[in-house]
């Protein structure tokens, strides 16, 4: 039997790279997951690859997390399909880079919106069922570029730094109920972006990793899947950066 045997997760971003690898991490472990993704295609299709290895596990929904009144009838349909949720995690993002002096008020309100409004929905949309869960979850996937920003994205950092203010206070918040609330700061993880960076740009980066190598969305999923269990009950408004030792 796995950890989370039983336990009803939603999970945000979940049409690839690491939210895709954490909602097939948490089936593994014997969730139901709710696979949420902008695209209806994405949804589906990851969760279709999970409940071929795990027949009923997941279920797909679109959903654009920007959109609190659309986060609340996915919210309402989620209860509807699973009765209650007991783990949430806000993975959802986007990025729109580029230089303060040339940033767009659109390109800062649209990384904003989603990064960490969209948590906010999604919290306000399941947070009746979860503060009634003994044990419920909240895991809020933010960056290490939230905890040293960057140049060229003070749109995203901005709001990854903020997904942590605002854990820390729903850890403060619900720890009555016994929901803990946690953060996750991955490194520079492996993706199709990274795959597509020049070779020069991989070893500056690698330089500046201690480990010597890139992160795996596995590496993300693993941390999600201990927090979200009964071994994490103890842990409460932390930032766990996973990052080879980026940021020490």
Known sequence: MGKLQDKIAVVTGAGRGIGKAIAEAFAAEGAKVAVISRTEANAQSAADAINATHPGAAKAYALDVADGAACAEVGKQILADFD????????????????LLRMSEADWDAVLDTNLKGAFNMVKAVQRSILKQKGARIINISSVIGLIGNAGQANYAASKAGLIGFTK???????GRGVTANVIAPGFIATDMTGVLDEKIKAAILEKIPLGDFGQADDIAATAAFLASAEARYITGQVIAVDGGMVM
């Open 169 to 175: 206070s729903l850890a403060k918040e619900y720890a």
């Open 84 to 99: 209650h949720v007991d783990i949430l995690v806000n993975n959802a993002g986007v990025t729109k880079d580029g230089l």
